[in-house]
């Protein structure tokens, strides 16, 4: 079996937000969108201060909530443990967005302009309306069509770049790192087993397929 | 940003659907119910019926693609917004058949959909995993129970256009039932509050707590005066019970607006633990925005 997760060392990753723009880049959403986005936390008191950048999207989850309540199928996991939405059978219900933990899930009716309505849409985004995505569910696909080219053409996905999302292609520490958790020798796999790691609200029983690396054991 | 923050996506249409639709199946079994103990209430059954489908016009108005509405049927093995849908295409008819055959039989048959269609909207907030206020087991009970009161509510509002109905109602157990709704009601509230106390978003809690006074004053003890009253001072059974029903009905509204529309924050964000960096030393985590156990 085959389960694409992803894995983020929160020692590496600057807040940079490269990530967050090769994603806006590579699937055009509309803006006030963002699929893959870095929170900026800071925790505790000063003098006792510390910073943490983590980055944040669908996580795919095992036992995905938003699947589970969707009533029309359109939410559906596929073999390899990507959450897909298939746009033209989604009624825009937005039940997944409640249903999701993670906050991952928009639905935009009428999409923002960037520059605000008086200068109207900006001539890339004209090109790329994508109107199936109008007033239905949306969220991180993984870069599933990279996935898939990958795999039809002999590559392998966290490895080579064709066959990978444009976040963990585009970071600039090496922070995401994207693999197939079910095969034992892969990159994830091996950075789980090196790493003390924890998952975003684990306590929800998701299974979420975001893994936190925050210390080497 | 990181705190949970307030969910727009159902506004007071959805609200609406849970509101219509947990009135109207609630009318639908407590006249049921109240027809078995000699209460003349098939013409309840009409407006229960139009109440339920006002729900379901609503969250058509919502949806983002209308046009593709019958798609919602496609997932009952999982989805309990499907579940509601289909039981809502035997329940409407039912009800309309009940009041034109005058059948009391009907109607008793009628409440079965009501029930399963109640169930499942508290069922649909129970797994709406994302939202701390509509996620706990507690909502269910809540939902089941201010349905029921609601409809008790507006049986009792026009309970004075059926002739012998207010008798009926007083001199046999329907306002023993009426009462035992309410507090019921009152029990489910308590053990809602209770399941999110000092574990969820600090805002969810104090919306909670703001309406707490509302819920517990004109939503339990008004209701229970008000029935008392009925039952001792003959003379004014019909206003004394049409007041009751106004307050049972009201609160529970207000209960179910409150919740899905004011108390609805997200989970918000959170982390384990803060990273090690480098040669240093990890630190704790944050989960900001939240009321947590201390
Ligand atoms: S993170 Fe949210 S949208 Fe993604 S699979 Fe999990 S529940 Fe669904
Ligand atoms: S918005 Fe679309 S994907 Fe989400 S639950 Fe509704 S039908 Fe399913």
């Known amino acids: 079996m085959t389960r694409y997760v992803m894995v983020a060392d929160i020692n590496r990753c600057v807040g940079c937000q490269t990530c967050t723009a090769a994603c806006k880049h590579t699937n055009a959403t509309a803006p006030g969108v963002q699929w893959r986005k870095v929170l900026d936390f800071e925790v505790g008191t000063y003098p006792n201060v510390r910073r943490a950048f983590i980055p944040v999207g669908c996580n795919h989850c095992l036992d995905a909530p938003c699947a589970d309540v969707c009533p029309t199928l359109a939410t559906y996991k596929r073999p390899d443990g990507i959450v897909s939405i298939n746009y033209d059978l989604c009624i825009g219900c937005a039940y997944c967005i409640q249903a999701c933990p993670y906050q991952a899930r928009d639905r935009v009716d009428v999409p923002n302009k960037a520059y605000g309505k008086e200068f109207g849409q900006m001539k890339h985004e004209q090109k790329v309306p994508h109107s199936e995505r109008r007033a239905v569910a949306q969220k991180c696909t993984f870069c599933s069509d990279r996935i898939d080219y990958g795999t039809a053409n002999g590559l392998t996905p966290g490895i080579d770049p064709d066959a990978t999302p444009a976040c963990a292609n585009a970071c600039i520490a090496n922070a995401l790192i994207f693999g197939d958790i079910d095969n034992p020798n892969s990159n994830v796999s091996e950075l789980l087993r090196t790493h003390k790691h924890f998952q975003m609200h684990e306590e929800l029983e998701t299974g979420s397929g975001f893994y936190y690396l925050w210390e080497r054991k | ?294």
């Open chain 2, 1 to 294: 940003m990181l705190a949970p923050t307030l969910q727009k996506r159902w506004d007071w249409r959805a609200a609406g659907n849970f509101i219509c639709g947990g009135t109207g199946t609630g009318l639908m079994i407590i006249a049921a119910t109240l027809s078995t103990m000699g209460l003349n209430t098939t013409a309840y059954a009409l407006l229960a019926s139009v109440l339920v489908t006002a729900g379901l016009g609503l969250v058509w108005l919502e949806i983002g693609r209308p046009l593709r509405s019958m798609n919602v049927f496609r997932n009952p093995a999982t989805s309990w917004m499907t579940r509601e849908g289909m039981v809502a295409i035997l329940l409407i008819p039912m009800g309309l058949l009940t009041f034109f055959t005058e059948s009391s039989s009907l109607l008793v048959l009628s409440a079965l959909p009501a029930a399963f269609f109640l169930f499942a909207q508290a069922r649909i907030l129970h797994m709406a995993k994302g939202i701390p206020a509509w996620r706990t087991n507690a909502i269910n009970p809540l939902i089941l129970s201010t349905g029921l009161t609601e409809g008790m509510g507006v049986l009792l509002i026009l309970i004075g256009l059926t002739a012998g109905n207010i008798e009926a109602f007083f001199k046999g157990y329907g306002w023993i039932v009426a009462l035992s709704l309410v507090f019921l009601r009152g029990v489910a509230w308590i053990n809602y509050r209770y399941s999110l106390a000092n574990n969820a978003p600090e805002a969810t809690l104090k919306v909670l707590e703001r309406s707490n006074i509302v819920i517990v004053l004109l939503g339990i003890a008004t209701p229970i005066v008000l029935l008392f009253m009925g039952k001792h001072y003959v003379a004014y059974q019909l206003p004394l019970a049409a007041t009751a029903g106004l307050f049972m009905v009201f609160c529970g509204w207000f209960c179910k607006y409150q919740i899905i529309i004011y108390a609805a924050y997200y989970q918000g964000f959170s982390i384990a633990h803060t990273p090690a960096r480098g040669g240093g030393k990890s630190g704790p985590g944050l989960k900001p925005g939240w009321r947590l156990p201390q």
